[in-house]
């Protein structure tokens, strides 16, 4: 299984992007989903997760209400809509991917860069 993760720019504050999580070599249905991000020198956080069917999401806190975690099963994709951007989600993005939502993190795309200047 392999994540191919897409999407990153640069964007001003207040602009909106949307990543791209392609899954391949297995249904894409088969995992929850997650989105981190990672700023250079500060540990991997946790955005965004989407559980199998699309049904249930969850977010950080700081990106609630701002971003939109969604999966796009017949096309083995899941999405993350930013929108609102601000310098502080500057980071790179990871999709990953597990069984279940409490199992370890199998699969890990690998990371598309979002700028957001000021």
């Known amino acids: 299984v392999q994540l191919q993760a897409s999407g990153g720019g640069l964007v001003q504050t207040g602009g909106s992007l949307r990543l791209s999580c392609v899954v391949s070599?297995?249904?894409?249905?088969?995992?929850?989903m997650d989105w981190f991000r990672q700023v250079p020198g500060k540990e991997r956080e946790f955005v965004a997760r989407i559980n199998r069917s699309g049904h249930s999401t969850s977010y950080a806190d700081s990106v609630k209400g701002r971003f939109t975690i969604s999966r796009d099963n017949g096309l083995n994709t899941v999405y993350l809509q930013m929108n609102s951007l601000k310098p502080e989600d500057t980071a790179v993005y990871y999709c990953?991917?597990?069984?279940?939502?409490?199992?370890?993190?199998?699969?890990w795309g690998q990371g598309t860069l979002v700028t957001v200047s000021s």
């Open positions: 070599g297995r249904p894409s249905s088969l995992y929850v």
């Open positions: 990953a991917a597990r069984p279940g939502s409490s199992t370890p993190y199998v699969y």
